[in-house]
Nanobody
Framework: QVQLVESGGESVQAGGSLRLSCAAS????????MAWFRQDRGKEREGVAA????????LYANSVKGRFTISRDNAKNTLHLQMHSLTPDETGLYYC????????????????????WGPGTQVTVSS
């Protein structure tokens, strides 16, 4: 079991930056691959970035490569998403997700592969 709570979402101007955080708790947190997803009204949920148990391996959606950085602090059981050069299209509810995995697991950005989800934090990017 993993419990997740996101924070850091707010309204920003296009071109701005935000840093999202996700506090994780539960007995299997340290054995979980983690990821960020986002969803705006009327759109499908989209995988943004994923990170391995160790934090050394990452996977990004093509649309965010070079602008977003996912990281985790296993000592503090937290996950972060640093976002730069935000665009209005990136407005939505940003979710933290986790799934049980191993050090050899392939990173994925499909939401059906993730078991645990936070309630989300709203990011609004205005033009």
């Amino acid at each position: 079991q993993v419990q997740l709570v996101e924070s850091g979402g707010e309204s920003v101007q296009a071109g701005g930056s935000l840093r999202l955080s996700c506090a994780a708790s539960g007995p299997t947190t340290t054995r979980s691959c983690m990821a960020w997803f986002r969803q705006d009204r009327g759109k499908e949920r989209e995988g943004v970035a994923a990170v391995s148990i160790s934090g050394y391996n990452t996977l990004y959606a093509n649309s965010v490569k070079g602008r977003f950085t996912i990281s985790r602090d296993n000592a503090k059981n937290t996950l972060h998403l640093q976002m730069h050069s935000l665009t209005p299209d990136e407005t939505g509810l940003y979710y933290c997700a986790a799934r049980t995995c191993t050090y050899y697991s392939e990173l994925v950005l499909t939401d059906t592969d993730y078991t645990y989800w936070g309630p989300g934090t709203q990011v609004t990017v205005s033009s």
